[in-house]
Nanobody, 116 residues
Framework: QVQLVESGGGLVQAGGSLRLSCAAS????????MGWYRQPPGKQRELVAT???????NYADSVKGRFTISRDNAKNTVYLQMNSLKPEDTAVYYC??????????WGQGTQVTVSS
């Protein structure tokens, strides 16, 4: 059984920072790509950032220059450092992992609320 356990969400004022973590465990066969998606209130889930095991990174335009994704391959853990947060970053943030068999897994989500 695969589990993605997220932590680090919360309430922060605009301009502040938060760091999200997601640890993958179980029979995930070494995740190839890990990343973060978010779902703002009343909107669809959207890509935030992804990183492959080789270090290739992709960011949504809306977070470039403010968010940094990183991972620890040995721990199957991915991080999202979020700086200069804006109210429009308010969303439930979901961790995602895709293994070499192209099986995708999701975390339970963690709430990030940015107050103006």
């Amino acid at each position: 059984q695969v589990q993605l356990v997220e932590s680090g969400g919360g309430l922060v004022q605009a301009g502040g920072s938060l760091r999200l973590s997601c640890a993958a465990s179980g029979s995930i066969f070494s995740p190839n790509r890990m990343g973060w998606y978010r779902q703002p209130p009343g909107k669809q889930r959207e890509l935030v950032a992804t990183i492959t095991s080789g270090g290739t990174i992709n960011y949504a335009d809306s977070v470039k220059g403010r968010f940094t994704i990183s991972r620890d391959n040995a721990k199957n853990t991915v991080y999202l450092q979020m700086n200069s947060l804006k109210p429009e970053d308010t969303a439930v943030y979901y961790c995602n992992a895709v293994n070499i068999l192209l099986q995708a897994y999701w975390g339970q989500g963690t709430q990030v609320t940015v107050s103006s």
